[in-house]
């Protein structure tokens, strides 16, 4: 299609032509052009499997890696939340100077965080922050 043209060049396309198994055109994923084309039937299911591992890959997910990273609906809110309490530490620092107010917000994020991850205290946050800038009176 036209639009494709005038999308930016180092933009990364994927074209998905469904319904082959009507067309009689051969599944899977060939190049045209420079942009993946993939050929599949939705209604059959053929190919899409083909679809599924070429985002993955797209995306950056190792097919291959052992152990995964699943996101389970507790870690996106937990990372949901952290990047809320972000932006409000930010908003805090830039519209009002407040530091302490940021300091809290940061500790509400890192305790998100160690929802997932368990690794980090408060004190480790605090003492990363406070390593490299110094609040006075």
């Not at 805090?92 to 100077?97: K, Y």
């Not at 994020?109 to 009176?137: H, M, P, V, W, Y």
Request: proline share 2%; net charge negative.
């Amino acid at each position: 299609p036209e639009f494709i043209a005038r999308l930016p060049a180092k933009l990364p396309i994927t074209v998905v032509r469904n319904k082959a198994d009507i067309t009689g055109e051969t599944l899977g994923m060939s190049e045209v052009n420079g942009h993946a084309l993939i050929r599949l039937s939705a209604r059959t299911g053929e190919g899409v499997d083909v679809l599924r591992n070429h985002l993955k890959q797209s995306m950056g997910f190792d097919t291959n890696m052992e152990g995964g990273f699943l996101a389970r609906r507790r870690h996106l809110q937990a990372l949901e939340q952290a990047a809320e309490h972000l932006q409000q530490g930010k908003a805090q620092l830039l519209g009002a100077w407040a530091g302490e107010l940021l300091a809290e917000e940061l500790r509400l994020a890192q305790q998100n965080l160690s929802e997932i991850t368990g690794e980090f205290t408060s004190d480790d946050l605090l003492g990363r922050i406070f390593s490299s800038f110094c609040i006075g009176k």
